[in-house]
């Protein structure tokens, strides 16, 4: 091991974030809840949206059919994919901090849409309402990614 200069901070080489990784069970646990948690809400929601557009239920959560709502249909899509391809890429991958990285990328962007959609959106909306709850989850495993990566 080389010698480190006092004050100085070392970085972790792969190995040892790799190692580290091993030791920690809550962030593997948190991060399969919140891609599971984004694989059960939007393998409910994306279909929905796709094949009931013009439904009454449909519009009271996300208004009537437009083109910006097909531009969410869209994101939603494509988190939907990312987290399939994140969670595959996760389990079979011994050295995770690669895919630990971007499923961080992936939930602090959720995170911050989320949390603002009570104010785009209405506080009442209940689409904004299960966006906190699922937030929550993703603030939590986005803090224990945190925690190990230092």
Known sequence: MPVQQRGSKRRNSRSEVAANAAHTP??????????????????AVVPALA????????????????????????V????????????????????KAAAEHMVAALLGVQVLYKVTTPFTAGASNPVALCNLAVA???AMTLLLLWRQHQ
């Open 136 to 138: 929550a989850v993703h």
């Open 26 to 43: 809550w962030t593997a646990s948190f991060i399969r809840v919140s891609l599971a948690v984004n694989l059960a809400v939007l393998l």
């Open 51 to 74: 094949l009931f557009s013009g439904a009454d239920f449909v519009a009271a959560a996300w208004g009537p059919p437009t083109a910006a709502r097909g531009i969410l249909l869209s």
């Open 76 to 95: 939603y899509a494509a988190i939907l994919v990312s987290s399939a391809l994140l969670l595959w890429l996760y389990e079979r991958r011994a050295d």
